[in-house]
């Protein structure tokens, strides 16, 4: 694991032009995820996050877990219909996307994380 | 033996909210099902989203019932300026937490990344119920969230919201686009059991005409058939066929034909008020002369007369019957008289009479002329004309307004079938006018054909049209037998009742 981690901030000096596009190595990720209550999607979206976060971000994250049971104006605020729904609000440009999260991959993508 | 318990009368009434839109309340049998979702389904342009406007302004105009308007494919200030036009100020309701709009942005670049559900939307349409406490909810149009999820689970969400609405108690109308596979394009209609309108909007000849028709309605008798429908300044207009019931009431008054002459053949008394009356005739015999002394003599009687000009224009009938000493245009200045004047062809029949009877409601006349009726018979299927014609007698006759219509028929077709016209049934006083020689002279002739109760003239009369008006005398004697004769079949035509 801790391998991965090193990669993903070592890869970024070796190819150079590109990678500015693809990764932000040393930005920090301010995330937002939005659930609804105890749902079981939700519940998996927040594992999901968090074991992402820790493998690929640890240390250089915010991430706001947001109940928009608790909290519906924020839903309306940021136009959420689907849920869960995971923002990325910095580094820009603003991500987002929706789902549990369980598709590693994409999550990565919609991040601009390289694996 | 037991006795069977006795049940307790289960025909409590069946909850409905009145839409207040003209006419659907009527054809739904009281409105829409109280705290159920309805469906209502139709092409693009086909006025969704204003029927459903209209039934959220009308709920917090005539019943104080706050709403929600969830909009998915117009921005809030877009929906605002669109339905301005039709006299709904959605500002206002608006500043007094009467309305709640929303816009739902619906993004179809979302990345999708493992399971989902529409939560999201729930939690803000709750928001939004709340916070006006609202009695009404629009949804328009769900299938727009096809744009940006997965069908499966949207139909999944669906059900779910639907129920999630009937325990919100809130009568909501949904939405959706028209599709050829089932009514809607993505099936909703499967999760909308309660009541599905469709609208349509359909080009005949050249004339569009909206159309709305209920599919479903459980638990409620209905309208079956296809309606016309209008949108214009004051919104929405339904013309359901079985509003005009025949329970109008019988005046036995009278009303002045506005020729003395005249009302002496009509048992010296002149129409009965609120009946019809049909003046027929072939072209140039003076049907419009007769019609317009009738206004004349209406309004002199302080009343009010609308009159509906399909052949010419107000100002050319102002101007004609100037000239047999009608001042028509006084009576306009002083408001007594109002013109409706259009091209048949420029809408259809039915939207004609809504249009009029709008009119109607308005300037609520005591009569109405239609001249002639004939013009409008070019449109459409005649038995289509017929039974709208029938309909828009008996609404008048419910109103107790008394109608003229003139008819222009061809030289020879009352003789081969005096009920030509179709609409002798309907009318209950029917004078025709026609050309025949006297002495070598083409001379206006009239006679009355059938005025149902009252002691009527059989005679064939002097009809002459002068600077001074109309006057009505006996035709003179001495006429050579051929004439004689022909006069004969005339009066034998008059009297055939028998």
């Given at each position: 694991m801790k391998k991965t981690t090193k990669t993903a901030a070592k890869t970024p000096k070796k190819m150079t032009a590109k990678s500015k596009s693809k990764d932000f190595p040393d930005e920090k990720y301010i995330l937002q995820l939005f659930i609804a209550g105890i749902l079981p999607n939700s519940l998996r979206a927040v594992e999901n996050i968090n074991s992402i976060c820790e493998k690929y971000l640890k240390g250089r994250y915010e991430l706001e877990i947001i109940d928009i049971h608790q909290q519906p104006d924020l839903a309306l605020d940021s136009e959420i219909i689907a849920i869960p729904a995971l923002i990325k609000k910095s580094p820009l440009p603003e991500e987002r996307m929706i789902g549990d999260l369980s598709d590693t991959k994409s999550v990565l993508i919609g991040l601009r994380i390289k694996n | 033996m037991v006795k069977a318990k006795k049940s307790k009368t289960p025909d409590a009434k069946f909850p409905k909210a009145i839409t207040g839109i003209a006419g659907l309340d009527v054809l739904t049998n009281g409105g829409l099902p109280k705290n159920r979702p309805t469906l209502i389904v139709g092409n693009a342009g086909c006025g969704k989203t204003i029927m459903a406007m209209e039934f959220l302004i009308r709920g917090i105009e005539l019943f104080d019932e706050p709403a929600v308007f969830m909009a998915f494919e117009e921005k809030t200030d877009e929906l605002i300026l669109n339905v301005k036009s039709l006299g709904f100020d959605i500002r206002k309701h608006r500043e007094n937490g009467k309305i709640y709009l929303e816009y739902v942005k619906v993004n179809p670049d979302e990345r999708k990344a493992g399971q989902y559900d529409i939560e999201g939307l729930f939690v803000r349409l709750g928001l939004a119920i709340d916070k006006v406490k609202a009695k009404r909810?629009?949804?328009?149009?769900?299938?727009?969230?096809?744009?940006?999820?997965?069908?499966?689970?949207?139909?999944?969400?669906?059900?779910?919201?639907?129920?999630?609405?009937?325990?919100?108690?809130?009568?909501?109308?949904?939405?959706?686009?028209?599709?050829?596979?089932?009514?809607?394009?993505?099936?909703?209609?499967?999760?909308?059991?309660?009541?599905?309108?469709?609208?349509?909007?359909?080009?005949?000849?050249?004339?569009?005409?909206?159309?709305?028709?209920?599919?479903?309605?459980?638990?409620?008798?209905?309208?079956?058939?296809?309606?016309?429908?209008?949108?214009?300044?004051?919104?929405?207009?339904?013309?359901?066929?079985?509003?005009?019931?025949?329970?109008?009431?019988?005046?036995?008054?009278?009303?002045?034909?506005?020729?003395?002459?005249?009302?002496?053949?009509?048992?010296?008394?002149?129409?009965?008020?609120?009946?019809?009356?049909?003046?027929?005739?072939?072209?140039?015999?003076?049907?419009?002369?007769?019609?317009?002394?009738?206004?004349?003599?209406?309004?002199?009687?302080?009343?009010?007369?609308?009159?509906?000009?399909?052949?010419?224009?107000?100002?050319?009938?102002?101007?004609?019957?100037?000239?047999?000493?009608?001042?028509?245009?006084?009576?306009?200045?002083?408001?007594?008289?109002?013109?409706?004047?259009?091209?048949?062809?420029?809408?259809?029949?039915?939207?004609?009479?809504?249009?009029?009877?709008?009119?109607?409601?308005?300037?609520?006349?005591?009569?109405?002329?239609?001249?002639?009726?004939?013009?409008?018979?070019?449109?459409?299927?005649?038995?289509?004309?017929?039974?709208?014609?029938?309909?828009?007698?008996?609404?008048?006759?419910?109103?107790?307004?008394?109608?003229?219509?003139?008819?222009?028929?061809?030289?020879?077709?009352?003789?081969?079938?005096?009920?030509?016209?179709?609409?002798?049934?309907?009318?209950?006083?029917?004078?025709?006018?026609?050309?025949?020689?006297?002495?070598?002279?083409?001379?206006?002739?009239?006679?009355?054909?059938?005025?149902?109760?009252?002691?009527?003239?059989?005679?064939?009369?002097?009809?002459?049209?002068?600077?001074?008006?109309?006057?009505?005398?006996?035709?003179?004697?001495?006429?050579?037998?051929?004439?004689?004769?022909?006069?004969?079949?005339?009066?034998?035509?008059?009297?055939?009742?028998?």
């Open positions: - | 909810v629009v949804l328009d149009s769900l299938d727009t969230l096809f744009n940006g999820f997965d069908p499966a689970i949207l139909r999944v969400e669906f059900k779910r919201l639907l129920t999630w609405l009937k325990d919100k108690n809130v009568t909501a109308i949904i939405t959706g686009e028209s599709g050829s596979e089932f009514y809607t394009r993505n099936g909703i209609e499967e999760y909308v059991a309660d009541c599905v309108m469709v609208l349509d909007n359909r080009v005949i000849n050249q004339v569009t005409t909206r159309r709305l028709r209920i599919v479903k309605y459980r638990g409620s008798i209905h309208g079956n058939n296809e309606y016309p429908f209008l949108i214009d300044e004051k919104g929405i207009t339904v013309l359901p066929v079985i509003s005009e019931g025949l329970s109008q009431k019988s005046s036995s008054d009278r009303i002045s034909c506005g020729v003395e002459s005249l009302d002496e053949m009509l048992d010296g008394k002149g129409y009965f008020v609120g009946s019809s009356v049909l003046v027929s005739g072939t072209a140039g015999t003076g049907k419009t002369s007769v019609a317009a002394a009738f206004a004349e003599s209406v309004c002199n009687n302080k009343q009010r007369c609308l009159f509906c000009a399909f052949e010419e224009a107000p100002n050319q009938v102002i101007r004609n019957m100037k000239s047999i000493g009608l001042h028509l245009n006084s009576r306009v200045k002083s408001g007594q008289l109002s013109f409706y004047y259009a091209r048949p062809t420029l809408q259809n029949l039915e939207l004609h009479f809504i249009a009029i009877k709008k009119i109607i409601k308005e300037f609520d006349p005591s009569v109405v002329i239609l001249d002639p009726i004939t013009n409008l018979m070019t449109e459409g299927p005649n038995s289509d004309v017929r039974g709208m014609l029938t309909r828009f007698v008996d609404y008048l006759k419910v109103e107790q307004i008394t109608v003229l219509f003139t008819a222009a028929i061809t030289v020879g077709s009352i003789e081969r079938n005096p009920s030509d016209e179709g609409i002798s049934s309907m009318v209950d006083t029917w004078m025709m006018v026609q050309d025949i020689e006297v002495d070598g002279e083409r001379t206006r002739s009239l006679c009355v054909m059938k005025s149902r109760g009252m002691k009527h003239s059989n005679q064939v009369k002097r009809f002459e049209i002068s600077s001074s008006g109309i006057t009505i005398s006996k035709i003179v004697d001495n006429i050579d037998d051929t004439k004689k004769r022909k006069l004969k079949e005339h009066k034998n035509l008059s009297t055939t009742k028998a």
